[in-house]
């Protein structure tokens, strides 16, 4: 079935999303946040990991230098001190071997050295340290007191900064080890350093020598904060000193990079536009799971509704009542309109309405309703979103005077024929979307549906209503006639009883024999004429052996083996097999029993559904008789000829007659069972 949908809105969905009713699912944005939120906190970490990574990289780099210029410089001032210290243990050893003797002399050798070597202010030989400074009487007296421990060479610092003093002990070594006195130079040890420091390692480094006793020696540029200081022992000349190493500024910014900032400032901005990104799609498609299930929730309301409103068919008025408020509790919506169109469509008979008071049950014309009227023409779906902001097929007095301004009309088809129509409305503007309009357009197929069924329940029970009647007048008919045909057999077996004249025996008993027939007959039709369509084996037995009271003489007993057998039969056919029964019955007692005896009637079954009923007796004194024989002879065999014909064209079955082995005769009926008889026969 086509689908066509005109929409008259004066704003769009964006517009006025805040006063559509079908609002957002509230619970949507904290659930859909919760995955974007861990992955922004799990990329910030990231980029905090990498942003620290790359600046431990560039730390370990700036470290590796400053450990590198820490162990060059360390070398060079043990190596500088070391250069420096040489001339003086040459002019020692001179002193010692005997040159250098004269005071002049010793002056022409302090004064080559101190020309070669401009960092040392003084150079001078000293034997006696009682009139010296103390830090001269200090070298001397640690002189004295290695050369018993038999060092060759030693040199003594003693540290002054910013000078230090080098003492080389003048040791005599024969006839016995004896100190002739020390050499001593004070050498500027800030020129020394300046020497073998370029300019560019003062820039980048915050220098520092300590002497033994942790005395500032040198110092030069500063370190910057934050930054650890490195430190490397040093013995020089014989004295553990210090060089502690620290970057400046100018240093770290020459080595380091933007890398680490680039890193974390533009892996928190990826980081939050990866999580943005994920957020809005993690919102959308939680907005769509909730949307989704929020119409399944919708359709399954929409399916119970129509089922309740569907077990309720034949409740009248309640039927019909019930679909304008399901409409509003399934659309959210506050009035609605359920109306029949009349074969015109040039107005609604209106059924049912919820929510607007201007308009009750009766007909509605269609003149002030032009979006009714065109979707009656048209079968169409009209959509108002706002009735002040359209002119198109929209009535703005009509829907004020409804109180709605937003509305939905749809028309009720059945195939291709509109029978109805079901206006749902809102007192305010609505977005009306695609999902609404769906479960309306569901709603309204089940409630053209649920019309066409309640009309057509009408109908039938209309039917139901004249079948009923003309029933009970069948069945007053049925048992008038069923009481006129019992006493018309009533009547011709009292005329037959009346006034009997003079005739020959056989004429009596052959009247004697019609009466019992007619007695029979009347009896079954009696069992039946009360509106039975079947009737069971046994009960028909029972009421047919009565008929034989008249001739069974009081010694002969009549035995029924049913109690096992359970056959149903149909009217005709038991009406059949009553006359047969009660002709062999009649047969087995006047001709097989004599005054004593017994005749036994029994059944049971056969194969494809058959059934077999026999009627035995004993014989005249044991003896074996042809029953057949002695019919023919005092009945003239009309009674057999009744049974075989009654047997074949009311029965569809076969008669036997024989004779038993231990004396008497069994006679034999047996016949099919048609699709509307049962039987549950164990014998």
């Known amino acids: 079935m086509s689908y066509n949908k005109i929409v008259l809105a004066g704003v769009r969905l964006q517009d006025i999303q805040s006063k559509s009713s079908i609002r957002p699912v509230k619970s949507a944005g904290g659930w859909a946040y919760l995955l974007p939120g861990a992955l922004f906190v799990a990329l910030c970490l990231l980029v905090v990991v990498l942003w620290q990574a790359e600046e431990r990289h560039e730390r370990q780099i700036i470290e590796s230098r400053m450990s590198a210029t820490l162990s060059q410089l360390a070398r060079r001032v043990q190596q500088a001190v070391d250069d420096r210290a ?157 060089l502690r190493i620290g970057p400046s500024a100018a240093f770290i910014a020459s080595n380091t990079s933007r890398s680490p900032l680039l890193i974390l400032w533009g892996g928190l901005g990826l980081s939050v536009l990866i999580s943005l990104a994920v957020g809005q799609w993690s919102l959308q498609r939680r907005r769509h799971e909730m949307e989704t299930r929020s119409h399944i929730e919708a359709l399954e309301r929409l399916s119970e509704l129509s089922a309740a409103i569907s077990a309720k068919l034949g409740s009248g008025n309640e039927v019909i009542d019930r679909l304008p408020r399901a409409a509003c509790e ?134 139901i209503a004249v079948q009923r009647r003309d029933a009970d007048a069948r069945a007053v008919l049925l048992r008038e006639l069923n009481h006129r045909v019992k006493n018309n057999l009533a009547g011709i077996v009292a005329l037959l009883s009346v006034g009997e004249p ?53 010694g002969v007993r009549i035995v029924s083996e049913m109690e096992s057998v359970d056959v149903v039969l149909g009217t005709e056919r038991a009406v059949g097999l009553a006359m047969v029964l009660h002709e062999l019955c009649y047969n087995a007692i006047v001709y097989g029993s004599g005054e004593n005896g017994c005749v036994t009637i029994r059944a049971r079954a056969a194969k494809d559904q058959r059934v077999v009923v026999e009627v035995m007796d004993q014989g005249l004194d044991g003896r074996q008789k042809s029953v ?56």
């Open 86 to 242: 040489r001339p003086l243990r040459r002019i020692a050893r001179e002193r010692a071997a005997g040159g250098l003797s004269t005071p002049e002399a010793f002056d022409d050798g302090m004064k080559l050295v101190i020309a070669e070597i401009p960092s040392y202010q003084s150079i001078r030989l000293v034997t006696d340290p009682a009139n010296e400074p103390p830090e001269v009487a200090e070298i001397y007296q640690r002189a004295v007191e290695y050369q018993g421990k038999e060092f060759h060479e030693s040199m003594i610092v003693v540290s002054n900064s910013p000078e230090i003093l080098i003492g080389v002990p003048v040791v005599r070594m024969t006839p016995r080890r004896a100190v002739l006195g020390v050499v001593v130079g004070r050498l500027r040890l800030e020129q020394v350093l300046q020497l073998i420091m370029d300019t560019a390692q003062q820039e980048r480094f915050e220098i520092i020598l300590l002497g033994a006793k942790e005395q500032f020696l040198y110092r030069t540029g500063v370190a910057a904060t934050g930054w650890d200081v490195q430190i490397l022992p040093l013995e020089v000349l014989d004295e553990q000193w210090q």
């Open 502 to 554: 003079e005739m020959p025996e056989n004429a009596r008993q052959w009247l004697g024999r019609v009466t019992d027939r007619i007695s029979n007959m009347a009896r079954t039709h009696e069992l039946l004429s009360g509106g039975m369509q079947t009737v069971d084996l046994k009960e028909l037995v029972e009421n047919m052996l009565p008929s034989l009271a008249v001739i069974r003489p009081p």
């Open 330 to 463: 399934l659309l959210g919506m506050d009035t609605s309109i359920v109306g029949i169109a009349d074969a015109d469509r040039k107005l609604i008979h209106v059924v049912a309405t919820v929510g607007v008071n201007s308009v009750g049950k009766g007909d509605y014309f269609l003149e002030a309703a032009p979006g009714v009227r065109h979707s009656l023409q048209t079968g169409q779906i009209v959509i108002i979103e706002d009735s002040e902001k359209v002119k198109e097929l929209v009535n703005p007095d009509e829907m004020r005077r409804l109180g709605v301004r937003s509305a939905m009309e749809l028309p009720l088809r059945i195939e291709s024929r509109v029978i109805g129509m079901l206006i749902v409305g809102d007192r305010r503007p609505q977005v009306l979307d695609e999902s609404k309009v769906q479960l309306a357009r569901l709603l309204a197929n089940q409630a053209a549906v649920i019309l066409a069924n309640h009309r057509l329940y009408q109908q039938m029970d209309e039917a």
């Open 628 to 683: 057949e024989g002695e019919s023919a002879r005092r009945d003239g065999g009309m009674g057999l000829t009744l049974v075989r014909g009654l047997v074949s064209r009311e029965l569809q079955g076969e008669f036997t007659l024989c004779s038993r082995a231990e004396g008497g005769t069994v006679a034999t009926v047996s016949f099919p069972l048609r699709h509307d008889e049962t039987t549950d026969v164990s014998i």
